[in-house]
């Protein structure tokens, strides 16, 4: 058998194990079918969900206000990151900062949000930017403060300074942990953004579980339950792709496309 169909009849085994359990549960007779609707019924209205449009309209409106907040997130991350490992004055200024965000409950302050942006789009971006915004400074300034000290004084010994140094000795080396730092904050993003839907309303897949779940439709909540896993799925296998082809250079890439040519 070839490694690449292995690999994905590996990957495939949970997922259709507890699927398979799933709807044996769900048939059994043992759970109310309204408390867990079978896992063929959930797909049915999955793929009505798409047909219909409604997939694309709120699932669109979920991934916008995810990605606006993240990439944000991600930028104000790295960039804070690098200037707390370089600048001395801001690492002053922000290291009690983040220590005490970085393990505070985010969603604690939704509250204040809705008071300061209301209840539409802003708040929910606003709040995905501040979830994720931690995570991507730690790994930041840990990844550019962990940077070997010897590559940076051959850097500098061969007349590399500045700018120059920040960008193609810094930022390269850094930059496997700093991606390790935005692969934490990905889910973070499709937590808050969820979360933040079903509590302030304004439509997406949030939005639409808490209204099937005021109509007692339980498939529909399931439905929604299902797109936002396969989206976050999705996310996070975007995002690794991109690592890999970010950092073909790196060791880390190497061994595992050494690994997998082995398997």
């Not at 990605?67 to 600048?87: D, K, P, S, T």
């Not at 995905?128 to 790994?139: E, G, K, L, N, Y």
Request: hydrophobic content about 55%; overall charge positive; aromatic content about 8%.
């Amino acid at each position: 058998m070839p490694a690449t169909l292995r690999r994905l009849l590996g990957d495939a085994a949970a997922p259709l194990v507890a699927l398979a359990v799933w709807e044996g549960a769900a048939r059994s007779g043992l759970v109310s079918a309204y408390l867990l609707p079978p896992a063929s019924a959930v797909a049915l209205r999955v793929v009505e969900a798409a047909t219909s449009g409604e997939l694309l309209r709120e699932g669109g409106r979920t991934l916008a206000r995810m990605l606006v907040g993240y990439v944000a997130a991600a930028l104000l991350g790295v960039g804070l990151g690098v200037l707390m490992a370089r600048v001395r004055a801001v690492r002053w200024f922000l290291d009690p900062l983040v220590s005490i965000g970085f393990p505070a409950p985010k969603i604690s302050f939704l509250p204040i949000f809705i008071l300061w942006f209301g209840l539409f789009d802003l708040p929910k971006i606003l709040m995905t930017v501040f979830a994720c915004v931690f995570p991507v400074i730690a790994a930041t300034w840990a990844a550019t403060e962990g940077v070997d000290k010897y590559l940076i004084w051959s850097a500098r010994n061969l007349g590399t300074r500045g700018r120059a140094l920040l960008w193609e000795v810094v930022l390269p080396a850094a930059l496997p942990q700093v991606f390790t730092g935005l692969q934490v904050a990905l889910p973070i993003a499709f937590i808050v953004v969820i979360v933040t839907e079903m509590l302030t309303g304004g439509g997406g897949l949030g939005g639409a579980m808490m209204e099937g779940a005021r109509f007692a439709d339980s498939t529909r909540v399931f439905a929604n339950l299902v797109m936002v896993g396969l989206l976050g799925f999705l996310g996070m296998k975007g995002l690794e792709r991109l690592r890999r082809r970010l950092l073909v250079w790196h060791e880390e890439v190497q061994r595992g496309a050494a690994m997998s040519n082995e398997g």
